[in-house]
């Protein structure tokens, strides 16, 4: 479960570091106060669309699979975003990064599966609550720290972009999700 704890992190770390840079990138870019709300309503939005979808592909295919094409998605988005010269490319490339916000779901879920009962679970989403608090403050304060320097925006791409490669490596590096069901407080072993 510590895999699927700082998988978790990792997101929640990317996704503060970006909310600490956009509105200077914004700004940078020629855009307005009423783009980034209006960015955030669509990726809003579109995520509220893009979760069930992942969430269906999920149940009919791998789980990790789609995990990882949305975390694929999510470093094509950031790269975009961070080379992007204007605000047009900036808001498609912000689009694409949407799908990153099935990841949370989607490892959740894997959590429930990997449980074997409801008092099992809710331990670990217990703790998963304070992973996502330590890695929010964290985060905000880092990427808000970061964002002040000079070439911050860059810094602070090469972060998320950082995170999501490390995430995507965790996926596919060591076997979290299994095709049978693993106990999640002895990694590896078949529960009883």
Known sequence: MLIIYL??????LSFVTNL????????LLGGSFFAIGLLGSLSSLLSVVWRPIA???SD????QDVIIWCL???LFGNILAWASPSMWLYSTAKVICVANTAVQTLLKTTVTDLCASDEESSKVFNKLGAFNSIAFL????LGSHIADYE???DYAYLLIISNIVVSIDMQR???ILPTTTLCPFKYGTPCT
């Open 151 to 153: 070439r911050g925006i």
């Open 60 to 63: 009919q295919k791998n789980k």
């Open 138 to 141: 964290f985060g905000i304060v």
């Open 55 to 57: 969430g269906h592909l």
């Open 20 to 27: 600490a840079i956009q509105t200077k990138h914004v700004l």
């Open 72 to 74: 694929l998605l999510s």
């Open 7 to 12: 998988l978790i992190a990792l997101d929640v």
């Open 173 to 175: 590096s060591w076997f």
